[in-house]
């Protein structure tokens, strides 16, 4: 699979306070409606990702359920968190 070059810059390096709008798959439509329920950094939408344990299937539902993620943005969203945190956890 390819990824983009959003996917590729934000699993370069640590988390730190990214916007949630730097997640592949997360565009400004997707990061406003995160933002409004609370989801305003990566590292918020990080914790929603451990806490339904790495689940792919639970985690692409929330985010359907939560910004009106697609499938490919719920995808890619999903493939970029899995592998920053092969990286760093």
Known sequence: MTTS???QDFVAEPMG???VGSLAGIGEVQG???EERGFDKAHVVLGQFLVLKK???LFREWLKD???AN???SRDCF???REWCDAFL
Do not use: A
């Open 5 to 7: 070059q959003k996917h």
């Open 17 to 19: 306070e990214k916007p």
């Open 32 to 34: 406003k409606k995160l």
């Open 55 to 57: 689940d792919e299937d």
């Open 66 to 68: 939560t910004c009106g």
């Open 71 to 73: 499938t490919k943005q």
């Open 79 to 81: 493939g970029c968190l």
